[in-house]
């Protein structure tokens, strides 16, 4: 989807400034339709606001944007006529309530109009609002029950509670606590009915909301902030830089090594991170709090230049961290452990602290991260730490090759969704449907290759597939004997370090679902073919499947206790530096 034009006009308005306007409703737009639940939410959050301390006199409750374009006389309602409806029924029941002259007197103004291009009656029916019982279009209905909802709720409250409220929603500008819009003016740029309708378009289909990626932009370009004469040079100067940011930001590698999120989608203009980042905004923080930062450091007189700066020397450390090598892995480690970056970024610019000394303080979180007995690590209970074992181990065996510039793919691990395999496949699994065949067709395809099925029993599993494979439904005592037999020839009994470390890889998802119930010999023989076609393994689980770690296995269909003990002795020397003291189990 297209981005939507940046106005270069666009700021906060109390409610107050709308008084007396004239709003012009065009035919694209759908008629009014908010909800009653809608209507009291409103209400009840201006409510809690107005409830709260009047210490601080600059606090405001902020509305979603108000879209505009002027039209001669009246300002062209491009988004937000929801919410501006809403707002002109509970002031029309409020004026009702306190008689028309004694609101003039008070306020100085009357009510903002609207008009419609089409829906021409809708206009009268806000001046004179009837019972939702009487109405004859659902335009009307929706108004009416809104005003019923409106009236129901102050009818909860006094006189004084009532007058609380609208000297909130009527704040003048500079006063005690208000309500306010973002004004989003496309007056400069719509200059035809067409690009306004694009732009509703663009901000309403899939109810795409404006982003304080798009705001602060639009107070970073005003050209109010500049002299005169630099104005359009520095506009194009920073949406050129913004643009070469945003891009970098864009790459997959880049971005997935500095954000861990449970959706790359949460910041569909990535450079908002950054702002977050900057703005400390919090999870539980409004929907526009950075974009309220950032306007309060404008109206605070701060340099332009000076916060510009400041967002491209934050992308600048990020985009050094990538850079260097070993700072890409050790903070994209800490950033999957769920690591605050803002923090990291503080930490590596105290004075005293050089390039070596962030490592070692890098290197000093990581073993936070992995302070633990790796043979007391079981599958059942230690999941999450198993997988930070595993992501260090795959990283540290990297970063161990220096003589090349191999890189660990953070954004296929998180896009993938890699999690923790058996190497040796579970005992007690019980197969039906779709997965017993599957496992038929993997188990036939394996002995079939090269001279397997010469060997007498292989070829009793052939022949006992064939039949099974040949019958309308599978016979379950069949399947199940061929299964345990199948089994314990590869494996033998139930073995007890099935759940530890020692058997357990990364893998991503589809490959560990295709590879659930399949034996070592199956998944080692996919991840060979998988390695052929160019289809990413971790080097690590890679090296697991082809024996790279067994000091004394010969027999590569086979996964021992020796290959496991091999292998955990593997994860403990390449992450001697990282791990406490390890004792030993006894098995």
């Known amino acids: 989807m297209n981005a939507i034009a940046t106005p270069l006009n666009l700021c906060l308005k109390n409610i107050y400034e709308l008084l007396g306007e004239q709003f012009f409703i065009p035919s694209y737009q759908r008629g009014y339709r908010w909800t009653s639940i809608q209507v009291s939410e409103l209400l009840d959050d201006i409510w809690e606001f107005s409830q ?14 108000i879209v505009v374009a002027r039209r001669g006389e ?35 103004k009357s009510l903002y109009s609207m008009t419609y ?15 939702s019982c009487e109405t004859k279009d659902i335009d009307s209905f929706h108004i009416a029950r809104a005003y019923e909802v409106v009236a129901e709720w102050f009818s909860k409250r006094d006189y004084n509670e009532n007058n609380q409220l609208l000297a909130t929603l009527l704040a003048k500008p500079g006063g005690n606590q208000s309500v306010k819009v973002i004004w989003y003016d496309l007056s400069d740029e719509c200059v035809d009915n067409d690009y ?8 309403n289909i899939g109810k795409i909301p404006l982003t304080n990626a798009e705001l602060v932009k639009a107070l970073f370009l005003r050209r109010s902030h500049f002299p005169e004469e630099r104005a359009s040079l520095k506009q194009i100067q920073i949406a050129s830089e913004w643009d070469a940011i945003e891009k970098q930001l864009q790459e997959p590698a880049f971005w997935h090594f500095i ?12 450079i908002e991170y950054i702002f977050d980042l900057i703005q400390d905004k919090k999870a539980g923080d409004e929907p526009y709090f950075t974009f309220h930062k950032f306007n309060a450091d404008f109206m605070n007189n701060k340099d332009v230049d000076d916060l510009w700066m400041k967002i491209k020397n934050y992308f600048l450390t990020f985009d050094q961290w990538f850079r260097d090598r070993e700072l890409y892995h050790l903070i994209g480690f800490l950033v999957d452990c769920e690591r605050n ?35 007391e690590l079981e599958y059942d209970k230690d999941k999450p730490q198993i997988k930070k074992v595993l992501l260090l181990f795959n ?6 090759t220096k003589e090349a510039d191999v890189r660990f793919p953070f954004d296929r691990f998180k896009n993938e969704q890699w999690d923790i395999e058996h190497i040796q496949s579970q005992t007690g699994i019980t197969l039906s449907g779709p997965a017993r065949e599957a496992w038929l067709v993997d188990m036939r395809e394996y002995f079939m290759v090269g001279d397997l099925c010469k060997e007498p029993k292989i070829q009793q599993f052939v022949d006992k597939i064939n039949q099974l494979c040949a019958q309308v439904k599978i016979d379950d005592v069949e399947f199940t004997t061929l299964y345990q037999d199948v089994y314990r020839h590869y494996v033998g009994e139930d073995i007890p370090w099935m759940n530890e470390l020692r058997n357990l890889a990364l893998l991503d998802a589809g490959t560990n679902r295709s590879y659930k119930n399949a034996l070592f010999p199956v998944k080692r023989a996919r991840i060979i073919q998988n390695d052929m076609r160019g ?23 086979y996964w021992r206790k020796s290959d496991a003990d091999d292998y955990l002795a593997a994860i403990a020397k390449i992450l001697f530096d990282y791990l406490p003291e390890q004792g030993e189990r006894n098995d």
């Open 52 to 65: 709260q301390s009047a210490a601080d006199k600059s606090a405001f409750y902020c509305l979603q944007p």
């Open 74 to 108: 009246r300002w062209e309602l491009v988004d937000g006529q929801q919410r501006l409806t809403t707002l002109y029924v509970i002031l029309h029941y409020l004026e009702k309530m306190h008689l028309r002259r004694e609101l003039h007197e008070a306020y100085k």
């Open 117 to 131: 291009e089409t829906r021409e009656g809708n206009a009268a029916v806000l001046q004179d609002i009837q019972p």
């Open 196 to 203: 306004a309708i694009d732009v509703f378009s663009r901000i």
């Open 259 to 270: 954000y861990k999120g449970a959706s790359a989608q949460k910041y569909e203009t990535r």
């Open 341 to 375: 970056v803002a923090k990291l970024k503080a930490q590596s610019e105290l004075v005293a602290l050089t390039k070596t000394a962030f490592k070692n303080y890098l290197r000093d979180e990581i073993r936070k991260e992995v302070n633990c007995q790796l043979s």
């Open 395 to 400: 990283i540290q065996t990297l970063l161990a």
């Open 535 to 557: 289809i990413f393994v971790p080097i690590c689980t890679k090296n697991a499947f082809l024996k790279f770690y067994s000091q004394t296995s010969s027999d590569l269909r």
